[in-house]
């Protein structure tokens, strides 16, 4: 399952050219896991001026896994990340690989990378 940011879905919903929203495309296309955060969820939405796309993009996301922080032991660990720190802390927990812009790069859990 891929976690993608909300940076990769206003490329995506704005028919940017970046190679993140191509990626995101053909994620999409292959049917492959994507999930997102609450967090990630309302960022995107509220960004959104007009009731008619707000409904669109809504029912869209909705599609998606949306995973939330497994309590306060997530803000916990989030506290000490340097950057998007509940975003990687969700990714962490859950053995995701983020896709995003500007993202720090995390580790694959052993589970994803070659050979492991």
Request: charged share 25%; with cysteine.
């Amino acid at each position: 399952m891929i976690l993608v940011d909300t940076s990769v879905w206003i490329d995506f919903l704005n028919g940017a050219e970046s190679k993140e929203r191509h990626t995101l495309h053909r994620l999409i296309e292959q049917e492959e896991e994507i999930s997102i955060t609450g967090i990630i969820l309302t960022k995107i939405l509220q960004g959104i001026k007009e009731d008619k796309n707000f409904h669109r993009v809504k029912g869209v996301l909705m599609e998606f896994s949306i995973l939330q922080p497994k309590g306060a032991e997530t803000y916990l660990k989030a506290a000490g990340i340097f950057r998007d720190c509940i975003i990687a802390a969700i990714c962490i927990e859950n053995n995701l690989r983020p896709l995003h812009a500007s993202f720090f790069p995390i580790p694959l859990p052993p589970s994803q990378r070659e050979g492991g």
